[in-house]
């Protein structure tokens, strides 16, 4: 409406005019006042642009809205978000909390790397020259090829502190971490890196200096600001500055006694997971041009990255100082100071007693083992926090068969996510591992519940509407550069032991026996009050879609079935791999270990909804599902063997199966050998006779009653030493077993057939403690093995730590040696709990 009181001096047409037209904006007004008369026409026409505006808006919206429903409508369930609230999202993790966090070392798979937790960060990392055999080569991302003595944290507190050893060749180089928050710091505070390397008695000329590279770089490729074109830190230890929205203006400085060479790099690149090279090309290039060993001190136009080499003689020590929100009167030099030198030096002792002193206080070591024990026990725990990484980007997904889904590619691409999360091993694994995350999960709710929950969070939020996580979480092209491809696709058909479920468990037993204080017991009820509906929908997908024919039955789908080059179809999704199962995969397949975790998982279920809703329980009741798990007549009946005295999978199966060279003939004149698979009997729907992990699973989740006989059978199948046992731990799979040792193919060495692994001997022990502590006529003898087992552990690992300077990812069992994997501080940090007796309850 006008605004502007409308003219009485109208005619009866022009009364007609406005009658006809109520809802026009425009009336004739007849007046001499032409001023008037266009005001009332300008307020006319701003009031219909208004209405005009509101109405195109209004439409704009609908029509998103409409268009979001229907590619909605069409987006594949696969990747379509579980359609819950997102618990990241809940206070707890926000604020104080969120920032305390924000900066980290949370990038595994290089020697040394920090970065922010956000999708599009801030980069920093080093890399050096390692010398082998007279030859220069890059050192930067973990990996074996390097040959480095050892390398890894000695302590790492998961926050704001950590220390890390490595050694190449005979050169000894050490990095610190601390962070710092002042009032003045911008958000996530400031951060400070110390390097020191020593000299192991080198002789030769070339091997006297040492050439450092430190970088920073702008995943969102923002330009970064070089300090100056000539590089003096002794004048001004400015290296590189510039600003961000998140943390404001920022600067990196270089402090140093040592007579240091500076010199620099500027790039221009969207990715920087091939860093290395471009490193190791200019230098090779000014090698070949100019003859020395040294980055070029060009800066390309707007470069993201910067590269500086800091080179010295050994010994030398320098600190890399990184101060944020460094406007005016932010009293950056008095900050530096306090990150350098001599103030550092003592910050840093003091985390390490402070380090020391939470260590003794979770794990209660003094009285109970040696130094050398609790050395190895310090770098479990180190390495599992300092292995902690955070990770941005979209899983690849396989299409899903006998779906409608069109696509140019033969994947899909999941909703873009991030995932905070400890990873298995820094050169091998550098990534999320769902079953392995349960694990690792143990021992870290020990240390920072905080962190625990936090990473638990991230992993439940990745759930999708069908109750579906991949199992395998490649996020971001750093990680993708480090699988084969092969690995890459994830299938939404196979699933992954619930292991998230022991920690739950863990966290639900601490709040009924008060070893929460009141905020973390608060904090925890409400972390599983918001992840509920997504447990529900995790706890379903499980109970649909690997349910085996037998009421209570489930089987590990993705195996294959049409395989002729693997002497038994391997069940990656039970991450047991190669461990034997029927010969011959089908829907009649009743997995033992598969029906132990939904027991777990029932039992969590049941116990989560009673501590969050007391009486008040809704949806599914998971009491009466618990029940049938855990009912041992029922067990009995589908899984064990009277005659062995043994728990087994069920399904269609022969022994008789080989592998045997197989000649074809290629055109004329080439032919082709392989190893193919012979069957040399029927199959039957039977027992399937390998005794292993898998067989005491039963045990491990504590379904045999106290006094039943059928425990001191499984108790004289874990101490026959022709059977499972050896003097360094309980093999995967007995001596006795068809496939004991055997490859699976040509290409595939025994891997869950035969060697040690901590993740299933923690289990065990603690069955074995929980079995000593009932009332019952096999308590001492349980006792007793419990007793004999911890210490062989115990002992092999330290041995093993101390003569080789890594965890590995299993052990021989035959001599106990490390195999697998090294640098494999994932489920083997284990040890540690084993050290503490710190296990898990039912």
């Not at 050169?427 to 995350?437: H, I, T």
Request: charged fraction near 25%; hydrophobic fraction near 40%.
């Amino acid at each position: 409406r006008s605004r502007t009181k409308p003219s009485t001096d109208v005619n009866e047409d022009d009364d007609a005019f406005n009658k006809a037209k109520p809802i026009s904006k425009l009336r004739r007004v007849k007046t001499k006042d032409h001023g008037t008369a266009l005001r009332i026409l300008n307020a006319d026409l701003k009031i219909i642009l208004g209405f005009g505006i509101i109405a195109a808006l209004i439409i704009f919206f609908l029509v998103n809205h409409l268009i979001s429903i229907a590619e909605e409508a069409r987006r594949p369930t696969v990747v379509t978000p579980f359609p819950a609230p997102i618990i990241m999202d809940l206070p707890q993790f926000q604020g104080e909390h969120k920032e305390s966090l924000y900066w980290g070392t949370y990038r595994p798979h290089v020697y040394f790397g920090i970065r922010a937790r956000t999708p599009l960060s801030l980069v920093a990392g080093l890399m050096w020259l390692g010398v082998k055999d007279g030859r220069y080569f890059i050192r930067h991302i973990c990996q074996d090829s390097d040959d480095l003595s050892t390398y890894g944290w000695t302590s790492h507190n998961g926050r704001d502190f950590g220390h890390q050893v490595l050694v190449d060749q005979d050169m000894t180089l050490a990095t610190s971490f601390l962070k710092y928050k002042e009032d003045d710091s911008g958000y996530g505070g400031d951060w400070a890196v110390r390097i020191n390397v020593q000299n192991q008695g080198w002789n030769e000329e070339m091997q006297k200096n040492v050439h450092l590279f430190f970088y920073l770089a702008e995943e969102d490729g923002n330009a970064l600001s070089l300090g100056g074109d000539i590089l003096d830190i002794h004048e001004n230890s400015l290296l590189a500055s510039g600003s961000r929205t998140d943390i404001g203006e920022w600067q990196l400085h270089l402090k140093s006694k040592a007579d240091l060479e500076v010199h620099y790099s500027g790039l221009r690149t969207p990715h920087i997971h091939n860093l290395s090279d471009l490193v190791q090309e200019n230098l090779a290039s000014q090698l070949i041009r100019f003859n020395r060993l040294q980055l070029p001190d060009i800066y390309q136009s707007s470069s993201n990255i910067l590269v500086f080499q800091i080179s010295g003689r050994i010994p030398l020590e320098t600190d890399i100082i990184f101060v944020s929100g460094a406007g005016e009167n932010s009293r950056v030099e008095e900050r530096i100071s306090n990150l350098a030198g001599f103030s550092l030096t003592n910050q840093l002792n003091k985390k390490q007693r402070e380090f020391d002193v939470k260590f003794e206080s979770c794990f209660q070591l003094a009285d109970k083992l040696d130094s050398n024990s609790i050395h190895v026990g310090k770098a479990a725990i180190g390495n599992m926090l300092g292995g902690i990484g955070y990770f941005y980007g979209q899983s690849k997904i396989s299409i899903p068969k006998n779906s409608n889904v069109k696509s140019h590619d033969d994947f899909l691409l999941y909703w873009p996510a991030e995932l905070y999360t400890a990873v298995p091993s820094r050169p091998f694994f550098p990534r999320g591992f769902l079953w392995d995350e349960g694990f690792h999960q143990l021992l870290i709710w020990r240390w920072d519940l905080h962190i625990s929950l936090d990473i638990v969070g991230h992993w439940l939020d990745l759930i999708n509407i069908d109750g579906w996580i991949p199992r395998e979480q490649i996020l971001g092209a750093e990680a993708l550069s480090k699988v084969p491809a092969e690995f890459v696709l994830q299938h939404s058909s196979n699933g992954n032991p619930p292991t998230l479920f022991l920690v739950l468990r863990d966290l639900v037993n601490g709040i009924k026996k008060n070893k929460f204080t009141a905020s973390e017991s608060s904090e925890i009820i409400s972390f599983l009050q918001q992840a509920f509906v997504r447990l529900e929908a995790w706890f379903q997908w499980f109970n649909t879609t690997q349910l085996g024919k037998d009421v209570g039955s489930y089987y590990w789908h993705g195996r294959d079935n049409l395989t002729i080059r693997e002497l038994n179809p391997k069940t990656l999704s039970s991450g047991l791999d190669d461990y034997p199962r029927a010969s011959h995969p089908t829907e009649d397949e009743r997995h033992l270990d598969l029906r132990c975790w939904m027991l777990l998982a029932a039992d969590c279920m049941n116990s989560v909804a009673e501590l969050i809703w007391k009486e008040n329980k809704p949806g599914k009741d998971y009491a009466s599902t618990s029940n049938l798990l855990s009912d041992f007549d029922t067990l009995n009946q589908m899984h064990f063997d009277h005659a062995s005295g043994a728990y087994f999978d069920f399904g269609n199966h022969t022994e008789k199966v080989r592998l045997s060279w197989k000649e074809n003939m290629i055109g004329n004149n080439y032919v082709n050998r392989e190893l193919v698979r012979e069957v040399l009997e029927r199959p039957e729907l039977k027992l399937v006779p390998h005794v292993g992990y898998v067989s005491l699973f039963p045990f491990m989740t504590r379904i045999i009653p106290s006094e039943s006989w059928i425990l001191e059978k499984q108790l004289d199948l874990i101490s026959n030493r022709s059977i499972l046992w050896t003097n360094y731990g309980l093999r995967s799979l007995a001596k006795t077993s068809s496939m004991y040792m055997k490859r699976n193919t040509e290409h595939d060495a025994p891997y869950w057939r035969g060697p040690i692994w901590m993740n299933m001997n923690y289990m065990i022990l603690s069955s074995l403690r929980h079995y000593s502590l009932e009332n019952g006529p096999y308590r001492d003898k349980a006792r007793a093995i419990y007793e004999e087992l911890r210490d062989n552990l115990i002992r092999n690992v330290v041995q093993n730590y101390h003569q080789t300077g890594f965890l590995w990812e299993q052990y021989d069992q035959k001599q106990g040696k490390g195999k697998g994997a090294r640098v494999f501080t994932g489920w083997t940090s284990l040890v540690l709990l084993i050290m503490a007796e710190a296990y898990n309850e039912m």
